[in-house]
């Protein structure tokens, strides 16, 4: 049964706050403007850095016991990118943790990643879109670029050029609140 006060939120290193304290990151952003906009509701951030869709689809079962959450944030994939996975492989794990997590009774917001164009054109353009056709098959709410108007800025970004820096992050936020709002009712 989802807790219907529970937001989870699913990532990698990009929702993890990788090499910043973890209340610079944009999901302990969230928790704070969800908190003082009075929507009573806990945000879970469950994401762990390196993550792959793979190892997102072995954990996620635990963790929706565990939280019981009414809305999940599905942010992983850019790892499967970045060491040149198979889309089609990523594909299936986002499609199975999104069939697992609303089975579990929660609402699922994708998040979509880009990646730099290491691998080509070709796959570049199939990651991309793995996201677009996963958020209109399942009609869910839908972030196309997670790190929209943030990861071509350098002075919004860690010199990894990967990660968003402090001044960054609340930028990946006002990407997510205007998809995530509706879905929240206030106490």
């Known amino acids: 049964m989802a807790s219907d006060r529970t937001i989870l939120v699913f990532g990698d290193s990009l929702s993890a706050a990788l090499g910043l304290p973890a209340e610079q990151g944009w999901v302990a952003l969230l928790a704070e403007r969800v908190r003082s906009q ?60 999104i069939y ?39 009609h869910l709410p839908f972030v196309p670029f997670l790190l929209k108007d943030v990861a071509l800025k350098p002075a919004l970004m860690q010199p990894d050029g990967m990660h968003p820096n402090a001044a960054g992050e609340p930028h990946v936020l006002e990407n997510v609140w205007p998809v995530l709002k509706p879905l929240m009712k206030k106490n």
């Open 100 to 138: 697992l997590a609303e089975q579990a009774g929660a609402r699922v917001v994708l998040l979509g990643i880009r990646i730099p164009p290491n691998y080509g054109p070709r796959y570049t353009q199939q990651f991309t879109v793995a996201y677009t056709d996963l958020a209109r098959e399942h």
């Open 38 to 97: 009075g929507y009573g509701y806990e945000v879970v951030n469950a994401s762990v850095s390196g993550e792959t869709s793979a190892g997102g689809l072995e954990r996620l079962p635990r963790a929706l016991q565990q939280h019981h959450p009414s809305i999940v944030v599905l942010e992983l994939g850019a790892n499967d990118g970045l060491r040149g996975l198979p889309v089609d492989a990523m594909r299936t794990n986002l499609a199975q943790m």
